[in-house]
Structure formats: C-alpha cells, structure tokens
C-alpha cells in the first residue's frame, strides 16, 4: 500500500499539519493506546482522529472508508481531507476473523492502511515489557498481559496506563521486527505484530 506524500515546506514557514485517521478494532485497549500516543504527539505537526469503533474487520474498515470520503465535505474534519487513513486490526485466535482477507483487500483497493497483530492488540503492548515468541490465543494474551501487572491492564477493564508504555517504544519495535523475521507467513503467524510501522511514522512526524 503506498503511504501519502512527502509534505512540501517552504524555508522559514510552519509545516503542514500531516493528518491521521486512525479506526481501531478494539473496544478500550486501542484507543487508550492511540490517545495516549496523540498527547505525547500534541507539540508535533501531526493530528490523529480515532474513528469509532467496531468489532469486526470488514465493517471497521467500510466506516473507515466511509469517513475517509466525507473528510473533505465535514465540518467535523475541518472540511479537510486526512494525509493517511488506518485500520488496526487483530488476526485473533484461535479462531481468525470470517472476512480478514476481504477486509484487507477491501482496505488495499481504498488506500486504507493496516496494522495488524495476531492474536491481538494486547501483543503489541506485552512486547514492551519482554519477549514473546511462542503461540497464544486471543484470551491468553490477555490473561498474561494483566498477569505481567506492569501498565494497569485488566482484561475486564481493558485499561493501559499509557506512562508506563512510552519509554518502551523501542524494546516494543525491536521485538516486533524479530517476529516478523521469523515468519515465512505474515500475519498468518502467531505471534506477529506490525503496529510498531504506524507507530514509528506518527513519531517521526517531528519537524526536522
């Protein structure tokens, strides 16, 4: 999928504000994540919007596409068209989601962006904190991220404490890019991350 254009700044003017629409699959984890991330972001040329939320890939990346189109026509989006527009996505497990792959084409066709985790977007916040290389299912993953008891998670409140999570980013990227080494499958295997791309480009958002 191609990502948006570079901006064009002029010597001594302000850049741009580069825009982020950002639709995520998860009912609390996600977006307390994304929201967090958006403050530490809030003094940088980026605005992130986090769309609404559903529970099922295919129709998270419709509403996705949906908005990307009303974007330039919406007093809510300052009548202004996004630079990028993602979906984060899980795989889950062991089950994967019925319409995943139409979901993924549907978003390619649409030049919606997507990052996706298998099992689940609870992985993606473990790696923080240590590595994890072996198979879990969406349930287990969560259990062990509550159990690791190290940004507040509960998997009935489904809460991350953000603070704990920001000098990690690194560790996080690292880990991530070291599963993805391992796969000959892509998302297909489990574990597998690849939030850590959208994450890295919205840091790196700042001026130069």
């Given at each position: 999928?191609?990502?948006?254009?570079?901006?064009?700044?002029?010597?001594?003017?302000?850049?741009?504000?580069?825009?982020?629409?950002?639709?995520?699959?998860?009912?609390?984890?996600?977006?307390?994540?994304?929201?967090?991330?958006?403050?530490?972001?809030?003094?940088?040329?980026?605005?992130?919007?986090?769309?609404?939320?559903?529970?099922?890939?295919?129709?998270?990346?419709?509403?996705?596409?949906?908005?990307?189109?009303?974007?330039?026509?919406?007093?809510?989006?300052?009548?202004?068209?996004?630079?990028?527009?993602?979906?984060?996505?899980?795989?889950?497990?062991?089950?994967?989601?019925?319409?995943?792959?139409?979901?993924?084409?549907?978003?390619?066709?649409?030049?919606?962006?997507?990052?996706?985790?298998?099992?689940?977007?609870e992985l993606?916040?473990?790696?923080?904190?240590?590595?994890?290389?072996g198979y879990?299912?969406?349930?287990?993953?969560?259990?062990?991220?509550?159990?690791?008891?190290?940004?507040?998670?509960?998997?009935?409140?489904?809460?991350?404490?953000?603070?704990?999570?920001?000098?990690?980013?690194?560790?996080?990227?690292?880990?991530?890019?070291?599963?993805?080494?391992?796969?000959?499958?892509?998302?297909?295997?489990?574990?597998?991350?690849?939030?850590?791309?959208?994450?890295?480009?919205?840091?790196?958002?700042?001026?130069?």
């Amino acid at each position: 999928m191609k990502r948006g254009k570079p901006l064009k700044r002029t010597k001594g003017a302000r850049p741009e504000q580069r825009r982020f629409l950002i639709y995520c699959e998860g009912e609390r984890t996600e977006n307390q994540y994304f929201k967090g991330l958006s403050a530490d972001l809030r003094t940088l040329p980026v605005a992130i919007r986090l769309g609404g939320e559903h529970g099922e890939p295919h129709s998270l990346v419709r509403a996705a596409i949906e908005h990307k189109k009303r974007a330039p026509r919406s007093p809510e989006d300052r009548c202004t068209a996004y630079d990028e527009v993602w979906c984060v996505i899980d795989v889950e497990a062991p089950t994967p989601h019925d319409r995943l792959d139409s979901a993924l084409e549907l978003a390619r066709q649409h030049g919606i962006e997507v990052a996706l985790t298998n099992p689940c977007f609870e992985l993606w916040i473990m790696l923080h904190f240590q590595d994890v290389t072996g198979y879990r299912t969406s349930d287990q993953a969560q259990k062990e991220l509550e159990r690791l008891g190290a940004c507040g998670y509960s998997t009935t409140r489904k809460h991350v404490a953000y603070d704990t999570l920001r000098d990690g980013f690194e560790q996080a990227r690292n880990r991530a890019e070291a599963l993805r080494l391992r796969s000959s499958k892509g998302h297909r295997r489990n574990p597998w991350t690849d939030v850590d791309k959208l994450v890295a480009l919205l840091r790196a958002a700042r001026p130069a």
